[in-house]
């Protein structure tokens, strides 16, 4: 019958409720103000209904988009600029030839057949 849902689903679809709501009612509130008489609220406060029905989404949307401009700058003038190209090859070419180095200087400890282990002969 009831397949069951997890937490994040179910927060997910009270969520997905909510805003489905507050659209309805916005789009409501600004095409057909008249139904917000039901609350006590004439027709002479309609036009200022409207104004604020348009201004605070606007008002919101700007700030955001003002908050993560500012957030993008902050980070891009506090981040230390990379190393040019040319000084991380050069590093990694001094790595590679320090390595070398250290590899042909020493001395081998074991021969080839030493390294192999001993087989048992089949008696």
Known sequence: MFKMVSKDQ???GLIFIICLI???LYIVTLFFPQWL???GITATWVPDVQFWVIAVPVFIAFVAVMGIGAWIGWTMATTPPPKPIEEITSEIEEKKEEVSEEVKTE???KTEEEKKPER????
């Open 10 to 12: 179910s927060i997910g």
């Open 107 to 109: 001395e081998p400890t």
């Open 120 to 123: 048992r002969k089949k008696s």
């Open 37 to 39: 008489e039901i609350f």
């Open 22 to 24: 507050i659209a309805i």
